[in-house]
């Protein structure tokens, strides 16, 4: 599904490279998790496979269901079904949540030639998946995000997803700032949305969500690169004994 | 040119009417007033980022491409329309004026008769406002205006009345001076739309009694030759309140002054504008607020989005009186620049004298925010309905001072428009 080929990347303003050379084949049903130090590139390789801007590729390339994808702007990469849920989910005072998702899913749907859906279409099933997720009517009508605290933001991610129902999610650490309540909860969105057409790529620091979403292969990104890739068990050893072994290893 | 023959030379171009006693003297204080004074130049403190030769100049406007659409943006409200053509009041296109509640006169009517209840109210706020600040331009549409409506309020009125200037003559210049006054318990709601004139100068008196409401909307602009000089003049009295919103689409040259003061406890006025131009637009809000009794708020809010070489200017004031305790002053001025061409020049006074109010101003200056559009785009929204999105956004807070859902949309729609059209330019 996604076949990342000797990716390099630096960032636009400053001749800092970040990404240096990164190899990922993720198949269809698929569930990877990278996991690495900070500064490792992690959230970046999340930028770049997304569309920020920011960033030049100075060598490698992204290929998405077939197509080379790096130089597609983000709407048309959203469109083709690529999603990544924030790090840090942008609050945006005067726009609506509902206009924001309603908007956003009929963009993609008109994209791909797909009726757009009516409003009283759009609430019925947005009502239903923001139930599941236990977002109320309340959080729906306010502005994106604005006034949101870290839980709600990060169910509020997962509830775009849900909406957009994309084939590639990426998932910036997703965990970052959840109690574990809050973190189960996610986890069983992520879950929910699990099947044998949709990928994902889990980016975190620890273990604990990886106990609740199992991936297939976990990866082990230093300096740019992935040095190591294995089983979901892999995510105990570094939980167990840091990274300073694996990076001793690659060194 | 110097001060004083520029302004004799924009005197000699109209002549003076002959009316009533009342008119004739408060039009003579005026006319006294601006040639002791002169028209605005750019030395004037409050003249400097606005160009007034677009205003004072004696030479015709440059034709204006007219634009008859601009005339129906209310035309879904129910409500009661009067027509101004080029700056005449035109009665055949106007509805029945004998309404129950209202009364309504034209002012070159009203002006002629020796007790029309607006003998005391013409140019009377024209003329208290034009301390500390000189505001000349209203003088000169005082001293010559012969259009313009006398409107007295006498109770709830429920349909708003329209005021639709419709344009058609392509180097029209006009004076329009009107004089509300709504009575004590009584309502009503103004709108303004249509555009007026290639060049005019508008002035509104309107005096809110005890526990009255003044609601007014107002859609100017459009086409990028026009220019505009407008003065809006209230006095509030006692538990009465105002809300003005005006939306600004395009111009060469719109100044809109606001002077308000509020003369009674209680009372509340709301001023906000949204304004959008590109090339050439300059558009200009000057604001003077005076709380002169305790237990009054006020709020303005004005937002400007600016593209493609346009200028934005806001000189917002609030005077707090001695003695105008627990007075809620609020202001914010922003200016949103979609390219790097573009410049928000921003003013905003505060000046207080009672010791227990709340008062804030702030102004920003920005462009669109890169963060919420990467986010807006990654969901599949794309770059140009993202960027428009965050514009309307940017000027939510400015359309809600609107209180009619309605019109709310109609304004949300004009922008919408304006915003479509941009792309394709």
Known sequence: MLYINNLNVELEDEKKKILNGVNLDINAGEVHAIMGPNGSGKSTLSYVLSGKDGYRVTEGSATFEGREILELSPDERASLGLFLAFQYPVEIPGVGNMTFLRTALNSQRKSRGVEELSAAEFLKIVREKAKNLKIDA??????????????????????QMAMLEPKMCILDE??????????????????????????????????????????????????GKIIKSGGADLALEVENNGYSDLLAEYN | MPKTNLTEQKISNYSFPTEASWAIKSRKSALNWLETTGLPNRRDEYWKNTDPSYFNTINKPERNKIDYVENSIFENIDRINIVFEDGYFNASKSDELLLKGIEIDTISVANQKDNHWSANYFGVLE?????????????????????????????????????????????????????????KNASVTILESGGVASRSNCLMEVFVCENAEFDHVRVQGRSHEK??????????????????????????SIRNEYVVDINGENSKAHLGGAAVGDRGFSQDDTIFVSHNNPNCESRQVFKKVLRNGAKGVFQGKILVKDGAQKTDGYQISQGLMLDDDSSFLAKPELEIYADDVICSHGSTCGEIDNAALFYLTSRGIPMAEAQDMLVLAFLNDAIEEISDESIRTIIGGRLKDWMVKRHKS
Request: aromatic residues 4%; hydrophobic residues 40%.
């Open chain 2, 227 to 252: 220019i505009a000089v407008t003065h809006l003049f209230a006095n509030l009295l006692k538990d009465s309140s105002m809300k003005s919103f005006t939306l600004t689409v395009n111009g060469k």
């Open chain 2, 127 to 183: 003329k208290s406002s034009q301390v500390p600040v000189e505001r000349t331009l209203a003088s000169l549409n005082t001293a010559f205006a012969v259009e313009g409506l006398a409107i007295r309020i006498t109770d709830k009125i429920d349909k708003p009345i329209s005021i639709t200037y419709l344009h058609t003559n392509d180097t029209s210049d006009v004076l329009i001076h009107h004089v509300i006054k709504i009575e």
């Open chain 1, 174 to 223: 997703t965990d970052s700032g959840l109690d574990v309540d809050a973190m189960k909860l996610v986890a069983e969105g992520v879950n929910a949305l699990r099947s044998k057409d949709r990928s994902f790529l889990v980016i975190t620091h620890y273990q604990r969500l990886l106990d609740h979403i199992v991936p297939d292969v976990v990866h082990i990104m230093a300096d």
């Open chain 1, 138 to 159: 309340e959080m729906l009508k306010r502005p994106v995000n604005v006034g949101f605290s870290g839980g709600e933001k990060k169910r509020n991610e997962i509830l």
